[in-house]
Nanobody, 126 residues
Framework: VQLQASGGGLVQAGGSLRLSCVFS????????MGWFRQAPGREREFVAA????????SYGDSVKGRFTVSRDNSENRVYLQMISLKPEDTANYYC????????????????????WGQGTQVTVSS
Protein backbone atom coordinates (compact mmCIF):
# COMPACT_ATOMS: atom_id res chain seq x y z
CA VAL A 1 0.00 0.00 0.00
CA GLN A 2 1.18 3.50 -0.84
CA LEU A 3 -0.21 6.79 0.39
CA GLN A 4 0.50 10.18 -1.18
CA ALA A 5 -0.71 13.29 0.64
CA SER A 6 -0.93 16.72 -0.94
CA GLY A 7 -2.60 20.08 -0.49
CA GLY A 8 -0.48 21.60 2.23
CA GLY A 9 0.82 25.14 2.08
CA LEU A 10 1.05 28.50 3.77
CA VAL A 11 -2.19 30.13 4.92
CA GLN A 12 -3.11 32.99 7.21
CA ALA A 13 -4.86 32.38 10.50
CA GLY A 14 -8.58 32.00 9.93
CA GLY A 15 -8.05 30.59 6.47
CA SER A 16 -8.84 27.19 5.01
CA LEU A 17 -7.04 24.34 3.30
CA ARG A 18 -8.08 20.96 1.95
CA LEU A 19 -5.65 18.09 2.14
CA SER A 20 -5.95 15.10 -0.13
CA CYS A 21 -4.44 11.63 0.08
CA VAL A 22 -4.45 9.12 -2.73
CA PHE A 23 -4.28 5.41 -1.87
CA SER A 24 -2.82 2.71 -4.09
CA UNK A 25 -1.75 -0.91 -3.88
CA UNK A 26 -4.74 -2.36 -2.06
CA UNK A 27 -8.51 -2.37 -1.71
CA UNK A 28 -9.14 1.15 -0.47
CA UNK A 29 -12.69 0.42 0.64
CA UNK A 30 -11.52 -2.11 3.23
CA UNK A 31 -9.32 0.37 5.09
CA UNK A 32 -9.92 2.80 7.91
CA MET A 33 -8.21 6.05 6.89
CA GLY A 34 -6.68 8.52 9.28
CA TRP A 35 -4.83 11.79 9.53
CA PHE A 36 -2.15 12.61 12.08
CA ARG A 37 0.07 15.65 12.41
CA GLN A 38 3.45 16.43 13.90
CA ALA A 39 4.85 19.81 14.79
CA PRO A 40 8.59 20.34 15.37
CA GLY A 41 9.61 19.10 18.78
CA ARG A 42 6.25 17.49 19.46
CA GLU A 43 4.83 13.99 19.29
CA ARG A 44 2.68 12.92 16.39
CA GLU A 45 -0.95 13.71 17.18
CA PHE A 46 -4.21 12.14 16.06
CA VAL A 47 -6.31 14.47 13.91
CA ALA A 48 -9.13 12.49 12.30
CA ALA A 49 -10.25 9.09 11.07
CA UNK A 50 -13.01 7.75 8.86
CA UNK A 51 -14.30 4.21 8.54
CA UNK A 52 -14.40 2.31 5.27
CA UNK A 53 -17.96 3.39 4.44
CA UNK A 54 -17.60 6.94 5.69
CA UNK A 55 -20.40 6.37 8.19
CA UNK A 56 -18.24 6.93 11.27
CA UNK A 57 -15.69 9.66 11.84
CA SER A 58 -13.55 10.61 14.80
CA TYR A 59 -11.60 13.79 15.57
CA GLY A 60 -8.94 14.95 17.94
CA ASP A 61 -10.17 17.41 20.54
CA SER A 62 -8.10 20.27 19.17
CA VAL A 63 -9.71 20.12 15.71
CA LYS A 64 -13.33 19.24 16.47
CA GLY A 65 -15.73 21.60 14.79
CA ARG A 66 -13.05 22.96 12.43
CA PHE A 67 -11.81 19.95 10.48
CA THR A 68 -13.86 17.49 8.43
CA VAL A 69 -12.62 14.16 7.12
CA SER A 70 -14.25 12.56 4.09
CA ARG A 71 -13.47 9.90 1.50
CA ASP A 72 -14.30 8.95 -2.05
CA ASN A 73 -14.04 5.21 -2.46
CA SER A 74 -14.47 5.47 -6.22
CA GLU A 75 -11.38 7.68 -6.43
CA ASN A 76 -9.32 6.00 -3.67
CA ARG A 77 -8.97 9.32 -1.92
CA VAL A 78 -9.39 10.66 1.57
CA TYR A 79 -9.70 14.36 2.31
CA LEU A 80 -9.21 16.64 5.29
CA GLN A 81 -11.06 19.94 5.03
CA MET A 82 -9.60 22.45 7.48
CA ILE A 83 -11.26 25.76 8.31
CA SER A 84 -10.63 28.48 10.89
CA LEU A 85 -6.98 27.53 10.90
CA LYS A 86 -4.82 28.63 13.81
CA PRO A 87 -1.03 29.01 14.10
CA GLU A 88 -1.04 25.98 16.40
CA ASP A 89 -2.31 23.87 13.49
CA THR A 90 1.10 24.30 11.86
CA ALA A 91 2.54 20.82 11.38
CA ASN A 92 3.40 18.12 8.90
CA TYR A 93 0.18 16.22 8.18
CA TYR A 94 0.31 12.49 7.55
CA CYS A 95 -2.21 10.25 5.87
CA UNK A 96 -2.45 6.74 7.28
CA UNK A 97 -4.36 3.51 6.69
CA UNK A 98 -5.46 0.58 8.81
CA UNK A 99 -6.77 -2.66 7.37
CA UNK A 100 -10.17 -3.25 8.97
CA UNK A 101 -11.82 -5.72 6.56
CA UNK A 102 -14.98 -3.57 6.30
CA UNK A 103 -15.61 -3.41 10.04
CA UNK A 104 -16.72 -0.21 11.74
CA UNK A 105 -13.52 0.22 13.69
CA UNK A 106 -12.10 3.62 14.57
CA UNK A 107 -8.49 3.96 15.73
CA UNK A 108 -6.75 6.95 17.25
CA UNK A 109 -3.32 5.61 18.15
CA UNK A 110 -0.32 5.64 15.83
CA UNK A 111 0.40 2.01 16.63
CA UNK A 112 -3.04 0.99 15.33
CA UNK A 113 -2.20 1.96 11.75
CA UNK A 114 -0.38 -0.15 9.20
CA UNK A 115 0.65 2.25 6.45
CA TRP A 116 1.85 5.88 6.38
CA GLY A 117 2.33 8.51 3.71
CA GLN A 118 5.19 10.98 3.54
CA GLY A 119 3.33 14.00 4.94
CA THR A 120 2.38 17.42 3.64
CA GLN A 121 3.37 20.61 5.43
CA VAL A 122 0.75 23.05 6.66
CA THR A 123 1.94 26.42 7.93
CA VAL A 124 -0.50 28.89 9.46
CA SER A 125 0.77 32.43 9.92
CA SER A 126 -0.59 34.76 12.58
Amino acid sequence: VQLQASGGGLVQAGGSLRLSCVFSGGTFGSYLMGWFRQAPGREREFVAAITWSGAITSYGDSVKGRFTVSRDNSENRVYLQMISLKPEDTANYYCTAKKTYYSAVVATKMSDYHYWGQGTQVTVSS
